[in-house]
């Protein structure tokens, strides 16, 4: 059974990537011309500051100059996070979510934009904003019911402190 490239470079490196305390999360191989980029998007519970990254990105530069996983042609190593606006595919992405505005894609059709509330097992827990002046309401959604989930970017969210301040 022959395995791509990404899946054997993702047997490589997971290990390195997990034993610097973080998640694995993405590999790609990209074509630029004549260079080729192989971009590694790595994560943890608690983010990865650039101090991560760049350990890992030494760690993995060096695993690779001792193997040929990338052939014998030039290539460019980048390693970074996920995107602000990032896909959540797996439950740890769920988790790491949680207070944040996400847009889901329902697989019955139609679109929810909610802030997750609390995940478990089986689904979220979901704040519905209000619309025109009305209260925020709750919502359970099961997993099996998302197409696909991408974390919203908020420019003007009010923190808890700003909130508790307005109600006093």
């Known amino acids: 059974m022959s395995t791509t490239q990404s899946e054997r ?3 490589l490196l997971e290990p390195l990537v997990t034993s610097q305390g973080l998640d694995l999360e993405e590999i790609a191989v990209d074509s630029v011309g004549r260079k080729r980029v ?6 943890s ?7 991560q990254i760049a350990d890992v990105s030494r760690a993995l530069s ?7 996983a990338m052939g014998e ?16 595919t797996e439950h740890r992405h769920y988790v790491r979510a949680t207070g944040r505005l ?13 802030r997750i ?29 998302i197409e696909k989930a991408r974390v919203q970017v908020e420019f003007s969210r009010k923190d808890k402190h700003e909130e508790e301040a307005e109600e006093a």
């Open 38 to 43: 192989l971009r590694v998007v790595v994560d």
């Open 45 to 51: 519970d608690t983010g990865a500051d650039l101090d």
């Open 9 to 11: 470079l993702r047997d």
């Open 62 to 68: 060096a695993k690779l100059d001792e193997t040929d």
């Open 73 to 88: 042609g030039e290539y460019t190593l980048e390693v970074g996070t996920p995107g602000a606006e990032r896909l959540l």
């Open 117 to 145: 509330i609390e995940v478990d097992d089986e689904g979220l827990d979901l704040e519905v904003p209000g619309v025109k002046g009305r209260k925020a309401t709750a919502r359970r959604l099961a997993f099996g019911e």
């Open 102 to 114: 996400v847009k889901f894609q329902l697989s019955e059709g139609g679109d929810l934009v909610a």
